[in-house]
């Protein structure tokens, strides 16, 4: 009997044996649909921290600017009266509106392009006393007046990715992360290089905020391909001639999906969305999302105090490719449902996506390090453990003995090839 075809789905004209189908590139011809940020025509959402203007971050209940993050209740905290307050959350003095509705490309004043010709040097005029002071933006993020002992703050956003729209708080404490990088090491104790082992010092973490920017996108593709849904198996020859073969009917699929996306998040630090796998392991830091980016605060450098952070050096012109491939990604997933009758699986062929709006924010997100220095056979890598310093989702490499694994593995009477080696280790 010949199934008939899904609804919206058309037969070709013949039915074949199914065969190993030849490799097809997918093609996505929407590369203009995101204009270029730099126009002045595009919308810019102004996400200045107004009561930040003066460079001086003051306690609103004695006036003293000795202030830093408390994790443990992500507030900030006066150090002098122990006052505890917070900025307002971003999502709540933005218009943010109906994302079905949301057109062109629209921008936080944070995450607009950056102007080479604007130094990391930014020399602030203290509003207690009048003298001038030097932040270098590469490092820090805050100095402290050399007269008056005011902290001085960058929190104006120029125009040289240091200043982001908005910062996700630390969460999780650097007692609560040790805690969590140790129990991630012990489990891999046992086929750990022994350096390692000796040389473990998770109390030597540190916590960084790293630049993202934060995508709301308007969408909608139209992919097509092959499905097949089979009709018969069957055996040919005998002994070691012994072939399965199957029988399918094809079918020319084609699907269209419109859909929205809330808070895409994508780094927008060119070293590490392009990481080296053969010096280091830091690609370990997407494997820790998501973050709940929807209570992140307006921008306060007092946030970073006693925290690095790393600046942005992406543009949003540099980074519609990757939003691109990752909203066709999502555009497949949501068709999936629709195309499970194809029980031999669908080919999908060609692809082409439509970003009909965008709405784009500089965000620091926070995250727990720690790095180890490893060396065999004369090549070096760089291990990476991170901690998700809002969920505390654990991940990381940890530089694996191959003697000890070998041995384990001979211990218990089983034979491991040198391609089964190499992939525990890859995965450890």
């Given at each position: 009997m010949t199934n008939l075809p899904p609804p919206g789905d058309h037969p070709p004209s013949s039915t074949t044996d199914t065969q190993a189908d030849p490799a097809v590139t997918p093609t996505n011809p929407a590369g203009d649909a995101i204009t270029d940020p730099t126009g002045s025509a595009d919308p810019v959402i102004d996400t200045t921290n107004d009561r930040l203007d003066d460079g001086i971050n003051r306690c609103p209940k004695c006036g003293s600017t000795d202030i830093q993050l408390r994790a443990s209740a992500g507030m900030l905290v006066c150090l002098f009266c122990r006052h505890q307050w917070a900025e307002a959350r971003l999502d709540e003095t933005i218009e943010n509106g109906d994302l079905t509705t949301l057109t062109g490309t629209t921008i936080g004043s944070g995450a607009a392009d950056i102007d080479a010709s604007v130094d990391v040097l930014t020399t602030m005029k203290c509003a207690g006393c009048g003298a001038e002071v030097v932040v270098n933006t590469a490092e820090n993020m805050s100095a402290r007046c050399h007269w008056c002992r005011h902290v001085?703050?960058?929190?104006?956003?120029?125009?040289?990715?240091?200043?982001?729209?908005?910062?996700?708080?630390?969460?999780?404490?650097?007692?609560?992360?040790?805690?969590?990088?140790?129990?991630?090491?012990?489990?891999?104790?046992?086929?750990?290089?022994?350096?390692?082992?000796?040389?473990?010092?998770?109390?030597?973490?540190?916590?960084?905020?790293?630049?993202?920017?934060?995508?709301?996108?308007?969408?909608?593709?139209?992919?097509?391909?092959?499905?097949?849904?089979?009709?018969?198996?069957?055996?040919?020859?005998?002994?070691?001639?012994?072939?399965?073969?199957?029988?399918?009917?094809?079918?020319?699929?084609?699907?269209?999906?419109?859909?929205?996306?809330?808070?895409?998040?994508?780094?927008?630090?060119?070293?590490?969305?392009?990481?080296?796998?053969?010096?280091?392991?830091?690609?370990?830091?997407?494997?820790?999302?998501?973050?709940?980016?929807?209570?992140?605060?307006?921008?306060?450098?007092?946030?970073?105090?006693?925290?690095?952070?790393?600046?942005?050096?992406?543009?949003?012109?540099?980074?519609?490719?990757?939003?691109?491939?990752?909203?066709?990604?999502?555009?497949?997933?949501?068709?999936?449902?629709?195309?499970?009758?194809?029980?031999?699986?669908?080919?999908?062929?060609?692809?082409?996506?439509?970003?009909?709006?965008?709405?784009?924010?500089?965000?620091?997100?926070?995250?727990?390090?720690?790095?180890y220095y490893h060396e065999s056979g004369g090549k070096g890598m760089v291990h990476y453990i991170a901690v998700n310093g809002r969920t505390g989702e654990v991940m990381g490499s940890v530089p694996v003995s191959h003697k000890r694994l070998l041995a384990a593995a001979v211990s218990v009477g089983g034979v491991i090839d040198a391609g089964v080696i190499a992939l525990m280790v890859a995965t450890s």
């Amino acid at each position: 009997m010949t199934n008939l075809p899904p609804p919206g789905d058309h037969p070709p004209s013949s039915t074949t044996d199914t065969q190993a189908d030849p490799a097809v590139t997918p093609t996505n011809p929407a590369g203009d649909a995101i204009t270029d940020p730099t126009g002045s025509a595009d919308p810019v959402i102004d996400t200045t921290n107004d009561r930040l203007d003066d460079g001086i971050n003051r306690c609103p209940k004695c006036g003293s600017t000795d202030i830093q993050l408390r994790a443990s209740a992500g507030m900030l905290v006066c150090l002098f009266c122990r006052h505890q307050w917070a900025e307002a959350r971003l999502d709540e003095t933005i218009e943010n509106g109906d994302l079905t509705t949301l057109t062109g490309t629209t921008i936080g004043s944070g995450a607009a392009d950056i102007d080479a010709s604007v130094d990391v040097l930014t020399t602030m005029k203290c509003a207690g006393c009048g003298a001038e002071v030097v932040v270098n933006t590469a490092e820090n993020m805050s100095a402290r007046c050399h007269w008056c002992r005011h902290v001085l703050t960058v929190n104006e956003q120029i125009p040289n990715g240091a200043v982001p729209d908005a910062v996700l708080p630390f969460k999780i404490t650097h007692e609560d992360a040790v805690s969590r990088i140790e129990k991630f090491a012990g489990k891999r104790r046992l086929f750990a290089d022994r350096a390692f082992v000796s040389e473990f010092t998770p109390q030597n973490i540190v916590g960084v905020y790293m630049p993202y920017m934060v995508v709301d996108s308007n969408a909608s593709a139209d992919i097509a391909g092959q499905g097949e849904i089979q009709t018969r198996k069957y055996t040919r020859g005998s002994g070691d001639d012994e072939e399965t073969v199957y029988d399918a009917d094809r079918y020319d699929v084609r699907r269209h999906v419109d859909f929205t996306v809330d808070d895409l998040t994508v780094e927008s630090s060119a070293e590490r969305a392009n990481f080296d796998s053969s010096a280091n392991t830091n690609n370990i830091i997407n494997t820790i999302l998501p973050f709940d980016t929807e209570n992140a605060v307006k921008w306060n450098a007092s946030y970073l105090t006693g925290y690095t952070s790393e600046k942005r050096d992406q543009d949003v012109a540099h980074l519609v490719p990757v939003v691109e491939d990752q909203l066709l990604s999502i555009a497949r997933s949501q068709v999936e449902s629709s195309v499970k009758q194809y029980d031999r699986g669908v080919r999908w062929e060609r692809e082409h996506l439509d970003v009909h709006g965008t709405r784009w924010l500089s965000m620091y997100l926070p995250v727990w390090l720690y790095s180890y220095y490893h060396e065999s056979g004369g090549k070096g890598m760089v291990h990476y453990i991170a901690v998700n310093g809002r969920t505390g989702e654990v991940m990381g490499s940890v530089p694996v003995s191959h003697k000890r694994l070998l041995a384990a593995a001979v211990s218990v009477g089983g034979v491991i090839d040198a391609g089964v080696i190499a992939l525990m280790v890859a995965t450890s």
